[in-house]
């Protein structure tokens, strides 16, 4: 915990946030890199109640369950909670933009955007590092693996690593500010656990190599602004050859991403939308175009979303008084 405290907000009754999407793995960093989205997130009200726990009041936009043991919201705040004073009680509304299922880090939203209301409302005790654990239980719950990868970006902002989860050790990295996202959602829903499922549980050390130095070499490109440098490096030659069937028209996507001048693209999260990376919003409109066009021909509904990188997590919107 932090040393200094900030005052509790005792004059508030609770926070409006907005709790962003984030795309997870980017291509060669499965279950250790992520990025946070500025244009696309839900919206949260966390307020203070007199009955000790977390009662979700409602959700706008999407049938998910109200109880807190079942609600991944509802885990990370019960999480918190139990490590600061379990006799505490908040209420949590969610309008739920994020599709849960999507790739884009719908469970990470909620639960970073409860966890750091709480927070907020408390006066901040806990770092936003120190977060970070309270909300992957909402991602145990819901997919069974307490993986990091969308909430560390959620909570921190810009790019993260994951160097460790045992104790956990996260790397925040330098974001270019010319990057920008283009990602389409085909409207189908593919599950993480079954994401993860279909994946071997070995790697030959050929592909490890090259996975792990097209890794090592991202992180540099970020550092350097080198956008050739990370073009070359969103590569994935373990994850993505496995998930890529769950995925209608993946290869068509891609080749219409790498034609549109995209930097690269691959699977976000695990699916099923498919992101590409840009530089310039310019070029990030044109790549949505070129996916727009390549899904436009199919049976299948979509959403496409273009959105800068977020430089920080979740935004505090308005105090309620
Ligand atoms: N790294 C996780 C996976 C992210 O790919 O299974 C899930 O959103």
């Not at 849960?100 to 880090?105: E, K, L, R, Y």
């Not at 160097?163 to 920008?180: F, G, H, K, M, S």
């Not at 994935?236 to 693209?265: M, Q």
Request: glycine share 8%; net charge negative.
């Amino acid at each position: 915990m932090q040393i200094l405290y900030e005052l509790e907000k005792v004059d508030v009754t609770g926070v409006r946030l907005f709790a962003p999407a984030s795309i997870a793995n980017i291509s060669c960093g499965f279950d250790v890199l992520g990025l946070c989205l500025e244009n696309i997130g839900d919206i949260m009200e966390i307020r203070r109640s007199n009955t000790a726990g977390i009662q979700i009041t409602s959700i706008k936009g999407q049938d998910l369950p109200l109880e807190a043991e079942k609600n991944v919201a509802g885990v990370a705040g019960l999480a918190l909670l139990a490590e600061y004073n379990p006799q505490l009680g908040f209420e949590i509304y969610i309008e739920k933009n994020i599709k849960p299922g999507s790739g884009i880090g719908s469970s990470a939203a909620s639960a970073a955007g409860a966890v750091a209301g709480i927070n907020y409302l408390l006066g901040s005790p806990f770092s936003t590092k120190e977060l970070i654990p309270f909300a992957m239980e909402g991602e145990r719950l819901a997919c069974g693996s307490a993986h990091a990868d969308n909430v560390a970006p959620a909570l921190l902002g810009g790019f993260t690593l994951v160097r460790d989860t045992n104790p956990l050790d996260i790397c925040a990295l330098p974001t270019p500010l010319e990057l920008v996202a283009t990602v389409i959602h085909p409207k189908i829903e593919v599950k993480t656990a079954d994401a993860r499922a279909v994946l071997k549980t070995r790697v030959s050390l050929e592909k490890a190599i090259s996975q792990w130095a097209n890794v090592g070499a991202l992180v540099s490109s970020l550092y350097e602004e080198d956008y050739e440098l990370l073009s070359k490096s969103l590569v994935d030659g373990i994850v993505e050859p496995a998930r890529s069937i769950l995925i209608p028209y993946f290869n068509e996507l891609k080749d219409a991403c790498k034609k549109a001048g995209a930097l690269g693209s691959g699977i976000s999260g695990s699916g099923p939308s498919v992101f590409a990376l840009s530089r310039g919003m310019t070029t990030a409109n044109h790549v949505a175009q070129a996916m727009q066009a390549v899904l436009e021909k199919t049976e299948i509904p979509f959403d496409i979303h273009v959105s800068p990188v977020k430089q920080s997590g979740v935004s505090f919107l308005e105090d309620i008084t």
